[in-house]
Antibody, heavy 121, light 110 residues
Framework: QLQLQESGSGLVKPSQTLSLICAVS??????????WSWIRQPPGKGLEWIGY???????YYNPSLQSRVTISVDRSKNQFSLKLSSVTAADTAVYYC?????????????WGQGTMVTVSS | QSALTQPASVSGSPGQSITISCTGTSSDVGGYNYVSWYQQHPGKAPKLMIYEVTNRPSGVSNRFSGSKSGNTASLTISGLQAEDEADYYCSSYTSSSTWVFGGGTKLTVL
């Protein structure tokens, strides 16, 4: 059973870069047919899709965040990562990683448990 | 891209049916059959309940069903149970090869 686990710094200072990793277990991130997304949820608010990376390495980002976001994959470690630069308090949220089954299920079928990131000095 | 539009809250009594709407545009909901619905209990990660408008993943109760007409998708929960009380989010693929979520709907079981 494939599982996802987020990790990274829980506290980031304003203007710095938020960095998170999503470790994939029980399956290979290099398997074709899937994309790997980051999704966030500010406290008390709704879900916001941040971006995804295909198994091929192609990336797509939310236009509202595109200038600050980078998603990359490390196949040797079976994980993918999120970097969000120039953070402000508005970036405080629970960050989830999720798998989307392109051409099969076309939805986010597996989610990590989420990790809280607070932006504060 | 703008968030899909959902009602902020809906409620129903045990055993009743409720429907949650999700309105987008021809560039997302209306243009693709890639609408999905997620259930989220407090402090938990979202759980996929419906994918590709009408399909239920294995293990999801058949009390949950989905449909779409034009730019509006809907989630119907029949035979409401106490454990259905949660937040529900819709999501759609878009013409920009991105994804967008709805603002979320809080379901209260009276």
């Amino acid at each position: 059973q494939l599982q996802l686990q987020e990790s990274g710094s829980g506290l980031v200072k304003p203007s710095q870069t938020l960095s998170l990793i999503c470790a994939v277990s029980g399956g290979s991130i290099s398997s074709g047919g899937y994309s790997w997304s980051w999704i966030r949820q500010p406290p008390g608010k709704g879900l916001e899709w941040i971006g995804y990376i295909y198994h091929s390495g192609s990336t797509y980002y939310n236009p509202s965040l595109q200038s600050r976001v980078t998603i990359s994959v490390d196949r040797s470690k079976n994980q993918f990562s999120l970097k969000l630069s120039s953070v402000t308090a508005a970036d405080t949220a629970v960050y989830y990683c999720a798998r989307e089954g392109m051409a099969t299920i076309n939805a986010f079928d597996i989610w990590g448990q989420g990790t809280m990131v607070t932006v504060s000095s | 891209q703008s968030a899909l539009t959902q009602p902020a809250s809906v409620s129903g009594s045990p055993g009743q049916s409720i429907t949650i709407s999700c309105t987008g545009t021809s560039s997302d909901v209306g243009g693709y059959n890639y609408v999905s619905w997620y259930q989220q209990h407090p402090g938990k990660a979202p759980k996929l309940m419906i994918y590709e408008v009408t399909n239920r993943p294995s293990g999801v109760s058949n009390r949950f069903s989905g449909s779409k007409s034009g730019n509006t998708a809907s989630l119907t929960i029949s035979g409401l149970q106490a454990e259905d009380e949660a937040d529900y989010y819709c999501s759609s693929y878009t013409s920009s090869s991105t994804w967008v979520f709805g603002g979320g709907t809080k379901l209260t079981v009276l």
